[in-house]
């Protein structure tokens, strides 16, 4: 206990009274991860101000082999910021970190801080005729930080990748409170291994990123957005590639949804309503967009386009968006899909990915495998077609209790379905990251290549073990412990 309190004094004397607490009122709401699966203990939660106090605070970790968990807006999806419940972690929070350091619209670029919330960052750039071209429904509370450490991806992949796509430069704190000094946007660098890249997807394991320079483009000129309804998933597909042939560059969002899912949000989502008067099996939600005012109206591009793919019968009906406002409550159903499932009881929510292609292969195979070999279950199958994501929902019988349900077939149900993603030639995660959700699932399904690599690089640069212990990284068979 006094070794404990010598280091925990150390700490507070970085940070301050402002940067430390270790009551238990104050950290209660950061111990649970957001889908409320997971929750730890900590002996104190830090809020470094700057850089250099994240590296004093890892440099006293490391001489003391104190667990270091980093921690964004918490609203992961995996637990991957979320502390065991051994009590000995120190939580530390970024989000003191929120400053925007430079804006430069001339090279398309913005530097700021890890902890600079979502929205905090697109309202910035607008003000400055730029966006970032990455959203999500958590944007309100997630950041930079914690987007970089999970590659997050969202709805605009399709035309501007995912977070690894958008970082040019990063800072970062290693585990033994040396400092990474990459922030430079270089177009070429050859000086090997690209060191940034570690940091992208490493869900805090090998270090604290602390700042990143990100890919900023023009704000949008304008954009039209459309609702269709098709009869399959096999019709959608047909469409995207339809589409994204004639207006790659200005075709921005693709998203499919069953009607299920729709049915769900117009249930329990107050203020939507049903896009078009007639029912569908599926539905696609269409984004195309204009950010140079020489570029052709998307207006008229998504009305010729889709007056042809009628003709083609690729489509049932559509409509498009007569008002910006009118915009959002098409994205705000797509965006309420996760919400309204929760609310429409209990179902086990798998973020997977397919090659393009095969995805609606994959949902027309998988989802009656699923509903057959686990009677009165229902598949809810959506997402980002021109990306391969199919956020993968099972949702339990009528009638389930929910915590029972989740214990008894959550570990007969995930591995079937991860499975026929292996199968399909898939990723068990798309865009959420593995976190502890799916760490033994990553060692099960993962070959001898890949798990050694994601060992061999975690033991250089975090020997002693103590970033994010128990998170991404799988054990080795011969290993015990977190």
Same mark, same amino acid.
């Given at each position: 206990m006094p070794e404990t309190m010598q280091w925990l004094k150390q700490m507070e004397s970085v940070v301050g009274a402002k940067?430390?607490?270790?009551?238990?009122?104050?950290?209660?709401?950061?111990?649970? +991860?957001? &889908?409320?699966?997971?929750?730890g203990a900590a002996t104190a939660m830090i809020s470094p101000a700057n850089t250099r106090e994240t590296s004093e605070i890892l440099k006293i970790a490391n001489e003391n082999a104190v667990a270091i968990v980093p921690q964004g807006?918490?609203?992961?999806?995996?637990?991957?910021?979320?502390?065991?419940?051994?009590?000995?972690?120190?939580?530390?929070?970024?989000r003191r970190m929120d400053q925007i350091r430079a804006i430069e619209s001339d090279d398309q670029l913005v530097m700021c801080e890890a902890g600079v919330i979502l929205q905090n960052l697109h309202e910035a750039l607008a003000d400055e005729g730029q966006r970032f071209p990455l959203t999500l429904g958590g944007k309100?509370?997630?950041?930079?930080?914690?987007?970089?450490?999970?590659?997050?991806?969202?709805?605009?992949?399709? &035309?501007?990748?995912?977070m690894r796509s958008l970082v040019v430069g990063i800072e970062a704190v290693l585990p033994n409170g040396d400092i990474f000094e990459g922030l430079a946007a270089l177009k070429k660098d050859n000086r090997g291994y690209d060191l940034k890249q570690l940091f992208v997807g490493g869900e805090g394991t090998l270090g604290v990123v602390t700042?990143?320079?990100?890919?900023?483009?023009?704000?949008?000129?304008?954009?039209?957005?459309?609702?269709?309804?098709?009869?399959?998933?096999?019709?959608?597909?047909?469409?995207?590639?339809?589409?994204?042939? &004639?207006?790659?560059?200005?075709?921005?969002?693709?998203?499919i949804i069953p009607a299920s899912c729709l049915t769900s949000v117009l249930r329990h989502i107050p203020g939507t309503r049903?896009?078009?008067?007639?029912?569908?099996?599926?539905?696609?939600?269409?984004?195309?967009? &204009?950010?140079?005012?020489?570029?052709? +109206?998307?207006?008229?591009?998504?009305?010729?386009?889709?007056a042809e793919a009628l003709e083609r019968n690729l489509i049932e009906d559509a409509t498009l968006?007569?008002?910006?406002?009118?915009?959002? +409550?098409?994205?705000?159903?797509?965006?309420?899909?996760?919400e309204a499932e929760r609310a429409n009881g209990p179902a086990l929510q798998h973020d997977i990915s397919v090659p393009v292609p095969g995805m609606a292969k994959f949902i027309?195979?998988?989802?009656?495998?699923?509903?057959?070999?686990?009677?009165?279950?229902?598949?809810?199958?959506?997402?980002?077609?021109? +990306?391969?994501?199919?956020?993968?929902?099972?949702k339990a019988p009528a009638g389930a209790k929910a915590q029972e349900w989740?214990?008894?077939?959550?570990?007969?149900?995930t591995p079937l379905v991860h499975d026929l993603v292996i199968a399909a030639g898939g990723s068990i995660s798309a865009e959420h990251g593995i976190g502890q959700n799916k760490r033994t699932e990553l060692g099960r399904l993962s070959s001898d290549a890949r798990l050694s690599m994601l060992r061999a690089i975690k033991m250089a640069l975090d020997p002693k073990n103590i970033m994010n212990p128990g998170k991404l990284v799988p054990l080795a068979s011969s290993q015990s412990g977190s």
């Amino acid at each position: 206990m006094p070794e404990t309190m010598q280091w925990l004094k150390q700490m507070e004397s970085v940070v301050g009274a402002k940067g430390f607490t270790s009551a238990g009122d104050d950290m209660a709401p950061w111990l649970t +991860d957001w &889908r409320g699966r997971y929750t730890g203990a900590a002996t104190a939660m830090i809020s470094p101000a700057n850089t250099r106090e994240t590296s004093e605070i890892l440099k006293i970790a490391n001489e003391n082999a104190v667990a270091i968990v980093p921690q964004g807006g918490n609203s992961g999806m995996v637990g991957g910021a979320t502390p065991d419940d051994s009590g000995h972690s120190i939580l530390l929070s970024l989000r003191r970190m929120d400053q925007i350091r430079a804006i430069e619209s001339d090279d398309q670029l913005v530097m700021c801080e890890a902890g600079v919330i979502l929205q905090n960052l697109h309202e910035a750039l607008a003000d400055e005729g730029q966006r970032f071209p990455l959203t999500l429904g958590g944007k309100g509370s997630a950041t930079v930080g914690g987007l970089i450490s999970t590659n997050a991806g969202g709805t605009q992949v399709l &035309r501007h990748g995912t977070m690894r796509s958008l970082v040019v430069g990063i800072e970062a704190v290693l585990p033994n409170g040396d400092i990474f000094e990459g922030l430079a946007a270089l177009k070429k660098d050859n000086r090997g291994y690209d060191l940034k890249q570690l940091f992208v997807g490493g869900e805090g394991t090998l270090g604290v990123v602390t700042a990143a320079t990100l890919k900023s483009v023009p704000a949008l000129v304008d954009r039209c957005v459309a609702w269709a309804g098709v009869e399959s998933t096999d019709a959608a597909y047909q469409l995207f590639q339809f589409l994204n042939s &004639r207006t790659p560059q200005s075709l921005e969002g693709f998203e499919i949804i069953p009607a299920s899912c729709l049915t769900s949000v117009l249930r329990h989502i107050p203020g939507t309503r049903p896009p078009l008067e007639e029912s569908h099996s599926w539905h696609v939600l269409i984004e195309i967009v &204009r950010d140079q005012p020489e570029a052709q +109206d998307p207006r008229s591009i998504i009305e010729n386009l889709l007056a042809e793919a009628l003709e083609r019968n690729l489509i049932e009906d559509a409509t498009l968006a007569a008002s910006e406002q009118q915009a959002e +409550d098409f994205w705000k159903i797509r965006d309420s899909i996760a919400e309204a499932e929760r609310a429409n009881g209990p179902a086990l929510q798998h973020d997977i990915s397919v090659p393009v292609p095969g995805m609606a292969k994959f949902i027309n195979t998988a989802s009656p495998v699923i509903e057959a070999k686990f009677p009165g279950t229902e598949v809810a199958a959506f997402g980002h077609m021109g +990306d391969g994501n199919v956020h993968f929902h099972v949702k339990a019988p009528a009638g389930a209790k929910a915590q029972e349900w989740m214990r008894d077939y959550s570990t007969q149900i995930t591995p079937l379905v991860h499975d026929l993603v292996i199968a399909a030639g898939g990723s068990i995660s798309a865009e959420h990251g593995i976190g502890q959700n799916k760490r033994t699932e990553l060692g099960r399904l993962s070959s001898d290549a890949r798990l050694s690599m994601l060992r061999a690089i975690k033991m250089a640069l975090d020997p002693k073990n103590i970033m994010n212990p128990g998170k991404l990284v799988p054990l080795a068979s011969s290993q015990s412990g977190s």
